[in-house]
């Protein structure tokens, strides 16, 4: 099993919004990883900005498939963007007490993950075991 972190910024997409509203399921944009994403594997939802950090746990709903941007993103030239997108559904809402990166990053044995190293690249981002340990012992 595989440990998957998946990055949004509130600026583009009102996942937050979504997550308040009680939402559980959500098909996320991939970009990378297309072979590698399972079913079950875990997942974990990354929100960027001033108080950056992990809003949600839960797994890999079922299979990547071919789609197109929902009408919900907040620029009209996302909407309706083709792509190849990963079904996701959170167990663990944590979006009114997120794992913070500071939290993190203060921990120790977060700084080596990719979003920290290389915070645009693309999704999803692979953790490691011990990597991913962090976020529950923290939330």
Known sequence: MSNWLFHGNPKRFPVVDHLRDGGSDIAWRITQHL????IGDNAALWMSGPSAGVY?????????????KSEGWFDPDDRGQPGIFCP?????????????KTDLLAAGGFE???VIR???AGNPMLLTDAE????????
């Open 56 to 68: 949600a746990t839960g797994y890999i709903a079922s299979a990547p498939f071919d789609g197109e």
């Open 112 to 114: 080596s993950a990719r």
């Open 88 to 100: 996701l559904h959170w167990t663990d809402n944590l979006v009114d007490q997120p794992v913070l």
């Open 118 to 120: 290389q915070p645009f």
């Open 35 to 38: 072979d590698d994403v399972s």
């Open 132 to 139: 991913w340990a962090l976020i529950p012992q923290l939330a």
